[in-house]
Protein backbone atom coordinates (compact mmCIF):
# COMPACT_ATOMS: atom_id res chain seq x y z
CA UNK A 1 0.00 0.00 0.00
CA UNK A 2 1.22 3.92 -0.33
CA UNK A 3 1.07 5.62 2.75
CA UNK A 4 -2.35 6.05 4.35
CA UNK A 5 -1.85 9.85 3.82
CA UNK A 6 -1.69 9.60 -0.21
CA UNK A 7 -5.19 7.20 0.40
CA UNK A 8 -6.54 10.23 2.63
CA UNK A 9 -5.43 12.98 0.19
CA UNK A 10 -7.10 11.75 -2.50
CA UNK A 11 -10.42 10.76 -0.73
CA UNK A 12 -10.06 14.51 0.04
CA UNK A 13 -9.66 15.69 -3.60
CA UNK A 14 -12.68 13.56 -4.44
CA UNK A 15 -15.00 15.33 -1.67
CA UNK A 16 -14.25 18.26 -3.33
CA UNK A 17 -15.45 17.06 -6.60
CA UNK A 18 -18.82 15.57 -5.85
CA UNK A 19 -21.52 17.98 -4.68
CA UNK A 20 -23.16 15.68 -1.72
CA UNK A 21 -24.83 12.61 -0.62
CA UNK A 22 -23.05 8.91 -0.58
CA UNK A 23 -20.38 7.89 -2.09
CA UNK A 24 -21.17 3.87 -2.31
CA UNK A 25 -17.78 1.27 -3.65
CA UNK A 26 -17.95 -1.73 -3.48
CA UNK A 27 -14.96 -4.18 -3.42
CA UNK A 28 -14.54 -6.99 -5.82
CA UNK A 29 -15.36 -10.88 -4.62
CA UNK A 30 -13.48 -13.74 -5.13
CA UNK A 31 -15.47 -16.00 -7.98
CA UNK A 32 -15.52 -19.25 -8.29
CA UNK A 33 -14.06 -21.41 -10.90
CA UNK A 34 -16.42 -24.42 -9.77
CA UNK A 35 -17.14 -24.00 -6.21
CA UNK A 36 -17.50 -21.14 -3.77
CA UNK A 37 -13.75 -22.68 -2.25
CA UNK A 38 -12.16 -22.94 -5.31
CA UNK A 39 -11.70 -19.34 -6.91
CA UNK A 40 -10.50 -17.60 -9.79
CA UNK A 41 -7.68 -15.45 -8.53
CA UNK A 42 -8.55 -12.55 -6.56
CA UNK A 43 -8.28 -9.36 -7.97
CA UNK A 44 -9.65 -5.92 -6.53
CA UNK A 45 -11.83 -3.33 -7.88
CA UNK A 46 -9.33 -0.35 -9.17
CA UNK A 47 -11.41 2.04 -8.48
CA UNK A 48 -11.34 0.73 -4.76
CA UNK A 49 -7.92 0.32 -4.74
CA UNK A 50 -6.94 4.15 -5.69
CA UNK A 51 -8.76 5.14 -2.54
CA UNK A 52 -8.23 2.73 -0.03
CA UNK A 53 -5.55 0.29 -1.67
CA UNK A 54 -6.96 -2.69 0.37
CA UNK A 55 -6.74 -5.64 -1.19
CA UNK A 56 -9.47 -7.79 0.75
CA UNK A 57 -12.48 -9.73 -0.91
CA UNK A 58 -16.12 -8.92 0.04
CA UNK A 59 -15.51 -5.02 1.60
CA UNK A 60 -17.34 -2.10 0.91
CA UNK A 61 -16.68 1.56 1.39
CA UNK A 62 -18.65 4.72 2.08
CA UNK A 63 -17.65 8.03 1.83
CA UNK A 64 -20.55 10.10 3.41
CA UNK A 65 -20.43 13.51 1.70
CA UNK A 66 -23.01 14.63 3.90
CA UNK A 67 -22.23 13.80 7.60
CA UNK A 68 -18.15 13.57 6.62
CA UNK A 69 -17.81 10.24 7.27
CA UNK A 70 -15.70 7.08 5.62
CA UNK A 71 -16.16 3.64 6.26
CA UNK A 72 -15.05 0.02 5.60
CA UNK A 73 -17.72 -2.46 5.96
CA UNK A 74 -16.01 -6.10 6.36
CA UNK A 75 -16.23 -8.97 8.52
CA UNK A 76 -13.04 -9.75 10.66
CA UNK A 77 -12.43 -13.48 10.10
CA UNK A 78 -14.00 -16.07 12.51
CA UNK A 79 -12.72 -18.65 14.13
CA UNK A 80 -13.73 -20.91 11.55
CA UNK A 81 -11.97 -18.51 9.09
CA UNK A 82 -8.83 -18.70 11.31
CA UNK A 83 -9.03 -22.32 11.65
CA UNK A 84 -8.68 -23.06 7.88
CA UNK A 85 -6.76 -19.95 6.60
CA UNK A 86 -4.84 -18.95 9.53
CA UNK A 87 -4.49 -15.89 11.28
CA UNK A 88 -4.14 -12.75 9.04
CA UNK A 89 -4.34 -8.94 9.74
CA UNK A 90 -7.18 -7.95 10.62
CA UNK A 91 -9.65 -5.59 8.83
CA UNK A 92 -9.69 -2.82 11.43
CA UNK A 93 -5.96 -2.50 11.17
CA UNK A 94 -5.52 -3.07 7.01
CA UNK A 95 -8.29 -0.28 7.33
CA UNK A 96 -6.53 2.47 9.36
CA UNK A 97 -3.12 1.81 7.04
CA UNK A 98 -5.69 3.17 4.88
CA UNK A 99 -6.54 5.83 7.08
CA UNK A 100 -9.80 4.90 8.12
CA UNK A 101 -10.51 4.61 11.08
CA UNK A 102 -14.36 3.39 11.05
CA UNK A 103 -15.23 -0.54 10.11
CA UNK A 104 -18.41 -2.07 10.89
CA UNK A 105 -19.89 -5.38 9.71
CA UNK A 106 -20.92 -6.13 6.05
CA UNK A 107 -24.72 -6.57 7.02
CA UNK A 108 -24.22 -3.25 8.20
CA UNK A 109 -23.63 -1.95 4.70
CA UNK A 110 -27.17 -2.09 3.66
CA UNK A 111 -28.95 -0.78 6.82
CA UNK A 112 -25.98 2.64 6.39
CA UNK A 113 -27.51 2.39 2.63
CA UNK A 114 -31.54 1.97 3.26
CA UNK A 115 -31.46 5.06 6.00
CA UNK A 116 -29.48 7.42 3.05
CA UNK A 117 -31.75 6.70 0.82
CA UNK A 118 -35.37 7.39 2.96
CA UNK A 119 -33.92 10.31 4.68
CA UNK A 120 -33.36 11.42 0.57
CA UNK A 121 -30.01 11.44 0.08
CA UNK A 122 -28.40 10.72 -3.38
CA UNK A 123 -26.06 7.27 -3.09
CA UNK A 124 -23.56 7.95 -5.81
CA UNK A 125 -22.57 4.42 -7.58
CA UNK A 126 -20.33 3.62 -10.74
CA UNK A 127 -21.21 1.07 -13.16
CA UNK A 128 -20.87 -2.49 -11.61
CA UNK A 129 -19.13 -4.89 -13.54
CA UNK A 130 -18.86 -8.27 -11.75
CA UNK A 131 -22.34 -9.59 -11.82
CA UNK A 132 -22.13 -10.35 -7.76
CA UNK A 133 -21.64 -6.41 -7.64
CA UNK A 134 -24.79 -5.65 -9.79
CA UNK A 135 -26.96 -7.95 -7.77
CA UNK A 136 -25.43 -6.27 -4.93
CA UNK A 137 -26.17 -3.11 -5.91
CA UNK A 138 -29.72 -3.83 -7.15
CA UNK A 139 -30.60 -5.33 -3.73
CA UNK A 140 -29.17 -2.34 -2.38
CA UNK A 141 -30.90 0.13 -4.13
CA UNK A 142 -34.08 -2.14 -4.27
CA UNK A 143 -33.86 -2.10 -8.02
CA UNK A 144 -33.55 -3.68 -10.75
CA UNK A 145 -30.30 -4.64 -12.25
CA UNK A 146 -30.91 -3.03 -15.79
CA UNK A 147 -32.63 -0.26 -14.06
CA UNK A 148 -28.86 0.93 -12.20
CA UNK A 149 -28.20 4.33 -13.26
CA UNK A 150 -24.54 5.05 -12.57
CA UNK A 151 -23.67 8.64 -11.26
CA UNK A 152 -22.14 10.70 -13.90
CA UNK A 153 -20.76 13.22 -11.10
CA UNK A 154 -19.08 10.12 -9.63
CA UNK A 155 -17.45 8.99 -12.82
CA UNK A 156 -16.07 12.49 -14.08
CA UNK A 157 -14.87 13.10 -10.37
CA UNK A 158 -12.80 9.75 -10.49
CA UNK A 159 -11.64 9.60 -14.14
CA UNK A 160 -10.44 13.83 -13.68
CA UNK A 161 -8.21 12.11 -10.31
CA UNK A 162 -6.70 8.88 -11.89
CA UNK A 163 -6.23 10.27 -15.41
CA UNK A 164 -3.18 12.23 -13.85
CA UNK A 165 -0.55 10.18 -11.86
CA UNK A 166 1.12 10.74 -9.09
CA UNK A 167 5.15 10.22 -9.00
CA UNK A 168 5.01 7.50 -6.88
CA UNK A 169 2.51 5.73 -9.60
CA UNK A 170 4.58 6.32 -11.99
CA UNK A 171 7.04 4.60 -9.99
CA UNK A 172 4.55 1.44 -9.75
CA UNK A 173 4.10 1.92 -13.47
CA UNK A 174 7.75 1.77 -14.41
CA UNK A 175 8.18 -1.33 -12.39
CA UNK A 176 5.38 -2.94 -14.25
CA UNK A 177 6.87 -2.17 -17.67
CA UNK A 178 10.60 -2.90 -16.49
CA UNK A 179 9.27 -6.77 -15.62
CA UNK A 180 7.22 -6.28 -18.39
CA UNK A 181 10.48 -5.48 -20.55
CA UNK A 182 11.96 -8.57 -19.43
CA UNK A 183 9.25 -11.25 -19.92
CA UNK A 184 9.61 -9.50 -23.83
CA UNK A 185 13.21 -10.17 -23.69
CA UNK A 186 13.29 -13.59 -22.51
CA UNK A 187 10.07 -13.90 -25.47
CA UNK A 188 12.88 -12.84 -28.10
CA UNK A 189 15.05 -15.85 -26.91
CA UNK A 190 12.80 -18.09 -26.62
CA UNK A 191 11.22 -18.36 -30.17
CA UNK A 192 12.10 -20.46 -32.83
CA UNK A 193 10.56 -22.46 -35.46
CA UNK A 194 9.91 -25.75 -33.15
CA UNK A 195 8.34 -23.91 -30.22
CA UNK A 196 5.14 -23.85 -29.19
CA UNK A 197 3.07 -20.25 -28.38
CA UNK A 198 1.76 -21.69 -25.32
CA UNK A 199 5.58 -22.50 -24.24
CA UNK A 200 6.56 -18.86 -24.54
CA UNK A 201 3.33 -17.90 -23.01
CA UNK A 202 4.28 -19.87 -19.59
CA UNK A 203 7.71 -18.83 -19.71
CA UNK A 204 6.84 -15.23 -19.58
CA UNK A 205 4.27 -15.79 -16.66
CA UNK A 206 6.57 -17.76 -14.76
CA UNK A 207 8.84 -14.92 -14.77
CA UNK A 208 6.47 -12.28 -13.89
CA UNK A 209 5.42 -14.10 -11.30
CA UNK A 210 9.17 -14.68 -9.88
CA UNK A 211 9.10 -10.72 -9.89
CA UNK A 212 5.94 -10.84 -7.77
CA UNK A 213 3.84 -9.87 -10.39
CA UNK A 214 0.88 -10.85 -12.25
CA UNK A 215 -0.56 -10.28 -15.69
CA UNK A 216 -2.24 -6.97 -16.19
CA UNK A 217 -4.23 -8.99 -19.42
CA UNK A 218 -4.21 -12.49 -20.64
CA UNK A 219 -1.09 -12.23 -22.79
CA UNK A 220 -1.26 -12.12 -26.59
CA UNK A 221 1.31 -14.44 -27.90
CA UNK A 222 0.86 -15.60 -31.61
CA UNK A 223 2.14 -16.42 -34.40
CA UNK A 224 -1.84 -14.83 -36.22
CA UNK A 225 -0.76 -11.41 -35.00
CA UNK A 226 -3.19 -10.63 -37.63
CA UNK A 227 -5.81 -11.13 -35.10
CA UNK A 228 -6.44 -8.52 -33.02
CA UNK A 229 -6.50 -10.26 -29.56
CA UNK A 230 -5.67 -13.67 -30.29
CA UNK A 231 -5.89 -15.82 -27.21
CA UNK A 232 -5.46 -19.50 -28.43
CA UNK A 233 -1.67 -20.52 -27.70
CA UNK A 234 -1.64 -24.15 -29.43
CA UNK A 235 0.74 -23.53 -32.76
CA UNK A 236 4.28 -24.25 -33.00
CA UNK A 237 6.53 -21.44 -34.79
CA UNK A 238 7.86 -22.50 -38.16
CA UNK A 239 10.16 -21.02 -40.62
CA UNK A 240 8.51 -17.91 -42.13
CA UNK A 241 6.05 -16.82 -39.02
CA UNK A 242 6.07 -13.46 -37.95
CA UNK A 243 5.32 -13.90 -34.29
CA UNK A 244 4.01 -11.19 -32.16
CA UNK A 245 3.79 -10.48 -28.22
CA UNK A 246 1.35 -8.40 -26.53
CA UNK A 247 2.10 -9.15 -22.68
CA UNK A 248 2.67 -6.94 -19.59
CA UNK A 249 2.73 -7.62 -15.90
CA UNK A 250 1.05 -5.98 -12.88
CA UNK A 251 2.51 -4.99 -9.88
CA UNK A 252 1.35 -6.52 -6.32
CA UNK A 253 -0.19 -2.57 -6.17
CA UNK A 254 -1.94 -3.01 -9.46
CA UNK A 255 -0.43 -1.07 -12.09
CA UNK A 256 0.02 -2.42 -15.43
CA UNK A 257 2.37 -2.26 -17.93
CA UNK A 258 1.65 -2.97 -21.59
CA UNK A 259 3.89 -3.83 -24.63
CA UNK A 260 4.13 -5.12 -28.19
CA UNK A 261 6.86 -6.26 -30.09
CA UNK A 262 6.48 -8.53 -33.50
CA UNK A 263 9.54 -10.36 -34.75
CA UNK A 264 10.22 -13.09 -36.91
CA UNK A 265 10.62 -17.58 -35.59
CA UNK A 266 13.83 -17.22 -38.04
CA UNK A 267 16.57 -15.11 -36.93
CA UNK A 268 15.71 -12.69 -39.72
CA UNK A 269 13.31 -10.56 -40.69
CA UNK A 270 12.38 -11.88 -44.68
CA UNK A 271 12.24 -8.77 -47.20
CA UNK A 272 8.17 -9.06 -47.00
CA UNK A 273 8.76 -8.70 -42.57
CA UNK A 274 10.47 -5.85 -42.59
CA UNK A 275 9.16 -3.88 -44.99
CA UNK A 276 5.86 -3.94 -43.60
CA UNK A 277 7.89 -4.23 -39.70
CA UNK A 278 9.16 -0.88 -40.79
CA UNK A 279 5.61 0.75 -41.77
CA UNK A 280 4.50 0.19 -38.75
CA UNK A 281 8.00 1.70 -36.73
CA UNK A 282 7.73 4.54 -38.78
CA UNK A 283 4.34 5.52 -37.99
CA UNK A 284 5.18 4.42 -33.90
CA UNK A 285 8.11 7.22 -34.05
CA UNK A 286 6.20 9.62 -35.92
CA UNK A 287 3.30 9.22 -33.71
CA UNK A 288 5.55 9.28 -30.65
CA UNK A 289 7.52 12.24 -31.40
CA UNK A 290 3.90 14.37 -31.46
CA UNK A 291 3.02 13.54 -28.11
CA UNK A 292 2.60 16.38 -25.54
CA UNK A 293 -0.18 18.22 -23.51
CA UNK A 294 -2.89 19.66 -25.55
CA UNK A 295 -2.50 17.40 -28.17
CA UNK A 296 -5.88 15.52 -29.15
CA UNK A 297 -5.09 11.95 -29.39
CA UNK A 298 -7.44 11.53 -32.05
CA UNK A 299 -5.03 13.48 -34.02
CA UNK A 300 -2.06 11.64 -33.20
CA UNK A 301 -4.13 8.97 -34.11
CA UNK A 302 -5.05 10.14 -37.31
CA UNK A 303 -1.32 10.70 -38.00
CA UNK A 304 -0.06 7.55 -37.46
CA UNK A 305 -2.85 6.53 -40.07
CA UNK A 306 -1.37 9.16 -42.26
CA UNK A 307 2.25 7.26 -41.74
CA UNK A 308 0.77 4.05 -41.97
CA UNK A 309 -1.00 4.48 -45.44
CA UNK A 310 1.87 6.29 -47.01
CA UNK A 311 4.18 3.78 -46.52
CA UNK A 312 1.22 1.13 -47.65
CA UNK A 313 1.67 2.98 -51.01
CA UNK A 314 5.16 3.24 -51.24
CA UNK A 315 4.59 -0.75 -50.95
CA UNK A 316 1.93 -0.68 -53.47
CA UNK A 317 -0.52 -2.05 -50.87
CA UNK A 318 -2.57 1.20 -51.00
CA UNK A 319 -2.67 3.98 -54.15
CA UNK A 320 -3.66 7.48 -54.73
CA UNK A 321 -3.62 10.41 -52.15
CA UNK A 322 -3.08 9.42 -48.50
CA UNK A 323 -4.76 12.16 -46.82
CA UNK A 324 -7.70 11.08 -49.08
CA UNK A 325 -7.33 7.09 -48.45
CA UNK A 326 -7.37 8.64 -44.28
CA UNK A 327 -10.28 10.84 -44.93
CA UNK A 328 -12.29 7.83 -46.86
CA UNK A 329 -10.91 5.47 -44.06
CA UNK A 330 -9.43 3.56 -46.11
CA UNK A 331 -6.62 2.53 -43.91
CA UNK A 332 -8.71 0.68 -42.05
CA UNK A 333 -8.43 -2.53 -44.06
CA UNK A 334 -5.23 -2.89 -42.63
CA UNK A 335 -5.62 -1.37 -39.13
CA UNK A 336 -8.93 -1.34 -38.07
CA UNK A 337 -8.42 -0.63 -34.24
CA UNK A 338 -7.44 2.67 -32.65
CA UNK A 339 -3.40 4.02 -31.30
CA UNK A 340 -4.14 3.61 -27.77
CA UNK A 341 -5.23 3.69 -24.32
CA UNK A 342 -4.92 5.42 -21.07
CA UNK A 343 -3.20 3.25 -18.69
CA UNK A 344 -2.43 2.53 -14.92
CA UNK A 345 -4.48 0.71 -12.17
CA UNK A 346 -6.04 -1.05 -15.36
CA UNK A 347 -4.10 -1.70 -18.60
CA UNK A 348 -6.73 0.01 -20.56
CA UNK A 349 -7.32 2.19 -17.27
CA UNK A 350 -10.57 2.85 -16.29
CA UNK A 351 -12.79 1.16 -18.88
CA UNK A 352 -15.25 0.10 -16.36
CA UNK A 353 -15.91 3.52 -16.25
CA UNK A 354 -16.91 4.45 -19.82
CA UNK A 355 -14.82 5.29 -22.81
CA UNK A 356 -16.88 8.23 -23.45
CA UNK A 357 -16.02 9.57 -20.17
CA UNK A 358 -12.44 8.59 -19.88
CA UNK A 359 -11.02 9.29 -23.92
CA UNK A 360 -13.79 11.74 -25.15
CA UNK A 361 -15.42 15.13 -23.68
CA UNK A 362 -19.06 16.24 -24.20
CA UNK A 363 -17.99 18.52 -26.66
CA UNK A 364 -16.20 15.85 -28.44
CA UNK A 365 -17.98 12.60 -28.42
CA UNK A 366 -16.90 9.36 -28.94
CA UNK A 367 -17.81 8.33 -32.58
CA UNK A 368 -19.12 5.18 -31.74
CA UNK A 369 -20.17 4.07 -35.49
CA UNK A 370 -17.05 4.42 -38.22
CA UNK A 371 -14.91 1.54 -38.56
CA UNK A 372 -11.54 1.91 -37.06
CA UNK A 373 -12.38 5.20 -35.04
CA UNK A 374 -15.28 3.28 -32.91
CA UNK A 375 -11.85 1.20 -31.59
CA UNK A 376 -9.93 4.25 -30.45
CA UNK A 377 -10.52 4.61 -26.81
CA UNK A 378 -8.84 8.02 -26.90
CA UNK A 379 -9.77 10.77 -28.31
CA UNK A 380 -9.58 13.52 -26.22
CA UNK A 381 -6.86 16.51 -25.46
CA UNK A 382 -4.21 14.39 -23.42
CA UNK A 383 -2.63 16.65 -19.90
CA UNK A 384 0.84 16.53 -18.30
CA UNK A 385 0.43 13.20 -16.01
CA UNK A 386 -1.13 10.60 -18.36
CA UNK A 387 0.02 7.45 -18.86
CA UNK A 388 -1.15 6.16 -22.61
CA UNK A 389 -0.24 3.59 -25.06
CA UNK A 390 0.76 4.40 -28.62
CA UNK A 391 0.28 0.94 -30.47
CA UNK A 392 0.08 1.40 -34.57
CA UNK A 393 -0.35 -1.92 -36.65
CA UNK A 394 -0.99 -3.41 -39.90
CA UNK A 395 -3.18 -6.40 -39.63
CA UNK A 396 -4.01 -8.75 -42.42
CA UNK A 397 -7.19 -10.15 -42.15
CA UNK A 398 -8.42 -12.48 -45.07
CA UNK A 399 -12.50 -12.75 -44.01
CA UNK A 400 -12.24 -8.25 -44.06
CA UNK A 401 -10.05 -8.10 -47.55
CA UNK A 402 -13.05 -10.49 -49.10
CA UNK A 403 -15.85 -8.95 -47.69
CA UNK A 404 -14.38 -5.30 -48.95
CA UNK A 405 -13.22 -6.36 -52.10
CA UNK A 406 -16.70 -8.36 -53.05
CA UNK A 407 -18.30 -4.73 -52.05
CA UNK A 408 -15.30 -3.05 -54.33
CA UNK A 409 -14.90 -1.10 -51.24
CA UNK A 410 -11.75 1.97 -51.33
CA UNK A 411 -11.45 0.69 -54.79
CA UNK A 412 -9.61 3.58 -55.52
CA UNK A 413 -7.07 3.48 -52.42
CA UNK A 414 -6.99 -0.33 -52.14
CA UNK A 415 -4.75 -2.50 -54.63
CA UNK A 416 -6.57 -5.87 -54.40
CA UNK A 417 -4.41 -7.69 -56.38
CA UNK A 418 -1.19 -6.89 -54.05
CA UNK A 419 -2.84 -7.45 -50.97
CA UNK A 420 -3.86 -10.80 -51.90
CA UNK A 421 -0.22 -11.65 -52.29
CA UNK A 422 0.14 -11.07 -48.44
CA UNK A 423 -3.17 -13.07 -47.56
CA UNK A 424 -0.99 -15.25 -44.91
CA UNK A 425 0.90 -12.85 -43.84
CA UNK A 426 -0.25 -12.14 -40.34
CA UNK A 427 -0.04 -9.13 -38.22
CA UNK A 428 2.85 -6.56 -36.88
CA UNK A 429 2.66 -4.34 -33.82
CA UNK A 430 4.67 -2.13 -32.22
CA UNK A 431 3.51 -0.54 -28.23
CA UNK A 432 5.20 1.51 -26.02
CA UNK A 433 3.90 3.56 -22.52
CA UNK A 434 4.09 6.87 -22.32
CA UNK A 435 3.73 9.62 -19.51
CA UNK A 436 2.87 13.23 -20.99
CA UNK A 437 5.12 15.79 -19.50
CA UNK A 438 4.97 19.17 -19.33
CA UNK A 439 6.32 19.59 -22.82
CA UNK A 440 6.19 16.44 -24.33
CA UNK A 441 5.86 13.07 -23.19
CA UNK A 442 8.37 10.60 -21.78
CA UNK A 443 9.18 6.52 -22.20
CA UNK A 444 8.39 4.87 -19.58
CA UNK A 445 10.73 2.12 -18.47
CA UNK A 446 13.98 1.93 -19.25
CA UNK A 447 13.00 1.07 -22.91
CA UNK A 448 12.86 -2.12 -24.87
CA UNK A 449 14.59 -2.93 -28.13
CA UNK A 450 12.53 -2.36 -31.36
CA UNK A 451 14.24 -1.35 -34.31
CA UNK A 452 14.60 -4.36 -37.21
CA UNK A 453 18.69 -4.05 -36.55
CA UNK A 454 18.34 -4.00 -32.61
CA UNK A 455 16.27 -7.11 -32.64
CA UNK A 456 18.18 -9.19 -35.15
CA UNK A 457 21.41 -8.85 -33.11
CA UNK A 458 19.79 -9.86 -29.94
CA UNK A 459 18.45 -13.09 -31.52
CA UNK A 460 21.71 -13.87 -33.29
N1 LIG B 1 -2.53 -5.04 -24.81
C1 LIG B 1 -3.89 -5.29 -24.97
C2 LIG B 1 -4.65 -4.12 -25.45
O1 LIG B 1 -4.17 -3.02 -25.44
O2 LIG B 1 -5.80 -4.26 -25.79
MN1 LIG C 1 -2.37 -1.79 -25.38
Redesign the pocket.
Known amino acids: MFSAQTYQNRRAVLKNNVSGGVLLFPGNIENPVNFEHNPYYFRQDSTFLYYFGIQEPKIAAVIDLDEDKTIIFGDELSIDDIVWMGRQETLKDKSLKSGVQETRPYAELSVYIQKAMTSGRKVHYLPPYQSVNKILLGDLLNIKIAALQPSTEFIQAIVKQRSVKEEQEIVQIEEAINVSNEMHLLAMRMAKPGVKEYEIANAIQHLAADRKCQMS?PP?VTINGGIL?NHYRMNTLKSGDLFLN?S?AETAMGYAG?L?RTFPADKKFTTKQKEVYEVVLNAFNNAQQILKPGIRFKDVHLKACLYLTEGLIDLGLMKGNPEDAVKNHAHTLFFQCGLG?MMGLD??DMEDLGEQYVGYTEQEPKDTKTFGLKSLRLGKAVEAGYVL?V?PGIYIIPELIDMWQAENKNADFINYDKVNEYRDFGGVRV?DDFLITNDGYRLLGNGLIKTVEEIENYRA
Open positions: YIHDGDTHVHTEE
